[in-house]
């Protein structure tokens, strides 16, 4: 059972958006930094947004970041056909000491 | 480019130790700015972080599993490696390597399965 909260699914049609939210507590993303991954079947996680809102070269500007209180939340726009994919929120939670995902959300397009 | 290559045996036995090691390249593993991280993610399932070792050896792991993992550093070869003992089939998942940089992981090994059966 993760500290962190995320929908199991969200679905669009393409062309549309989506919108992910990632909650948790005072002692994860309320103190530290978020960090989104993208997972497409079968292939390596991702990194999509860090520090809440940054975007690693090479990610393209569909995809944005952002983080209010102990949520955070990942916006995907122009969602492309055949494109379905697992997301994760990350945080450090300071009274775990350790690092925490998000259960993953599966991005449905319709 | 920085890489990272996971290796160790695909199969483990019920309550022996699963022994994985992360070999680095394109980059120095001796850089404090970074640490490095082993996470997993058994089939069907997400992501679950294991620990951190940093190049000093200083260690921060999963309280779900901190009694089980031990995770050292080897700056001369450029690799980190992970133990956890006394496992069992809820362990059975693909490990990642991964470079981590304040709480996020930038660059990811391709994973190794690990199956743990008799």
């Known amino acids: 059972q993760s500290v962190l909260t995320q929908p199991p699914s969200v679905s669009a049609a393409p062309g549309q958006r989506v919108t992910i939210s990632c909650s948790g507590s005072?002692?994860?993303?309320?103190?530290?930094?978020v960090s989104w991954y993208q997972q497409l079947p079968g292939t390596v996680p991702k990194l999509l947004i860090y520090?809440?809102?940054k975007r690693p070269s090479g990610i393209p500007d569909r995809f944005s970041g952002s983080k209010s209180g102990t949520s955070a939340t990942l916006d995907i726009t122009g969602l492309q056909t055949g494109v379905e994919a697992e997301y994760y929120c990350g945080t450090w939670d300071g009274s775990l000491n350790a690092f925490v995902f998000g259960p993953g959300t599966k991005v449905i397009v319709l | 480019q920085v890489q990272l290559q996971e290796s160790g045996p695909g199969l483990v036995k019920p309550s022996q130790t699963l022994s994985l090691t992360c070999t680095v390249s394109g980059g120095s593993i001796s850089r404090s700015t970074y640490f490095w991280s082993w996470i997993r993610q058994p089939a069907g399932k997400g992501l679950e972080w294991i620990g951190r070792i940093y190049d000093s050896g200083s260690t921060n792991y999963n309280p779900s599993l901190e009694s089980r993992v031990t995770m050292s550093v080897d700056t001369s070869k450029n690799q980190f490696s992970l133990k956890l003992k006394s496992v069992t089939a809820a362990d059975t998942a693909v490990y990642y390597c991964a470079r981590g940089r304040r709480p996020m992981f930038d660059y990811w090994g391709q994973g190794t399965p690990v199956t743990v059966s008799s």
């Open positions: 005072s002692s994860n993303i309320g103190n530290n930094y």
């Open positions: 520090d809440n809102n």
